[in-house]
């Protein structure tokens, strides 16, 4: 996989989905300080890099969660990238609102699943986990199996893996923050000394400067 995590970093950094700003960190709604945004949104834009997604999610899945029988999206960046596998992997596809409506049947999934589906989901970006977490939960209360998750790229931060581990999900992403830092320095976007200083908000993102 490794491959794989380089070409969708160097493809999300390309197209901008990804912009990195040490030294203006971004503030995030938590209050985190942050030198990373990220908007995956802007991949469904670009056909090639659609094609890379699709391609990479749909063989992770295979290899990661091989008894596979629906995808899942998560509202709303996940649920291009879930028809599209999908389609790829010929499986029946739902998608999750983050909500249950408030009219109508009031219903959360969306989409018809065998009532024994077991369910991948997939989401554009994971950073601490809670809505894609919350639409695994919505699926289970509806009596369907949830394998696990699969993702475009994560931050890598501990709460995120807590976060996994307390659910008792697997989490799996075509590339993520480490993987994507160092695509940064190799493309003259960072310099070594930035790399290093960027690879240590990971690890401690609210004790970060």
């Not at 991949?43 to 890099?49: D, F, L, M, R």
């Not at 295979?62 to 649920?79: D, E, F, L, N, R």
Request: glycine residues 8%.
């Amino acid at each position: 996989m490794m491959e794989i995590e380089q070409q969708i970093a160097k493809d999300l950094l390309d197209i901008k989905a990804v912009t990195l700003s040490p030294d203006e960190p971004f503030q995030w709604v938590s209050g985190i300080k942050a030198p990373i945004y990220t908007d995956n949104r802007l991949t469904i834009g670009y056909p090639e890099i659609r094609l890379h997604i699709t391609s990479g999610l749909a063989r992770l899945i295979m290899q990661k969660y091989p008894t596979v029988s629906a995808i899942g999206g998560v509202v709303t960046a996940g649920i291009p990238h879930a028809a599209s596998v999908a389609d790829r992997l010929g499986l029946p596809l739902c998608y999750v609102r983050s909500q249950p409506k408030d009219h109508g049947k009031g219903k959360q999934v969306e989409g018809y699943l065998d009532k024994n589906a077991k369910v991948v989901l997939i989401d554009d970006l994971i950073s601490t986990g809670g809505s894609v977490l919350k639409a695994a939960e919505a699926l289970q209360k509806e009596g369907f199996e949830v394998l696990g998750v699969a993702a475009i790229f994560t931050y890598e931060l501990p709460a995120g893996s807590d976060n996994f581990k307390k659910a008792g999900l697997p989490l799996v992403t075509l590339t993520n923050y480490s993987a994507l830092i160092e695509q940064a320095e190799r493309s003259n976007i960072l310099t070594s000394d930035e790399k290093e200083d960027l690879l240590t908000w990971r690890k401690d993102p609210w004790g970060w400067r």
